[in-house]
């Protein structure tokens, strides 16, 4: 017979593994792309630990692959972010107006 302390730690793997079910699945209906890989890193990082409590080699295997895929295309999401900031400050302080320098050779 399980004990009261196996019980409550089966239910939370189990509630860990609804919410990341239900966050995959929700995944489909957003429209941006940054969104979209986001939602799938974080319910593919719940049922992978989900699925390595209950010991399923492929569930483990095919969620940290996915979610593998969507950190790394984060990442290139978040640098290719960083550089266009980057630029667009550039092309700020080029358009910037110069302060104007009073040039005269006659005391004021």
Same mark, same amino acid.
């Given at each position: 017979?399980?004990?009261?302390?196996?019980?409550?730690?089966?239910?939370?793997?189990?509630?860990?593994?609804?919410?990341?079910? @239900?966050?995959?699945?929700?995944?489909?209906?957003?429209?941006?792309?940054?969104?979209?890989?986001?939602? @799938?890193?974080?319910?593919?990082?719940?049922?992978?630990?989900?699925?390595?409590?209950?010991?399923?080699?492929?569930?483990?295997?095919?969620?940290?692959?996915?979610? !593998?895929?969507?950190?790394?295309?984060?990442?290139?999401?978040?640098?290719?972010?960083?550089?266009?900031?980057?630029?667009?400050?550039?092309?700020?302080?080029?358009?910037?107006? !110069?302060? @104007?320098?009073? !040039?005269? @050779?006659?005391?004021?």
């Amino acid at each position: 017979m399980a004990s009261w302390q196996q019980v409550m730690e089966n239910i939370v793997y189990d509630v860990i593994s609804w919410v990341g079910l @239900t966050i995959c699945i929700g995944a489909f209906f957003i429209k941006d792309v940054f969104w979209l890989r986001l939602a @799938t890193l974080i319910g593919c990082s719940l049922l992978f630990v989900y699925y390595s409590h209950i010991a399923i080699p492929q569930g483990v295997i095919s969620n940290l692959l996915v979610l !593998l895929i969507n950190a790394y295309y984060l990442l290139r999401f978040a640098a290719a972010r960083k550089k266009a900031l980057s630029a667009s400050k550039l092309t700020e302080s080029a358009e910037a107006p !110069l302060h @104007t320098v009073k !040039l005269s @050779t006659q005391p004021e």
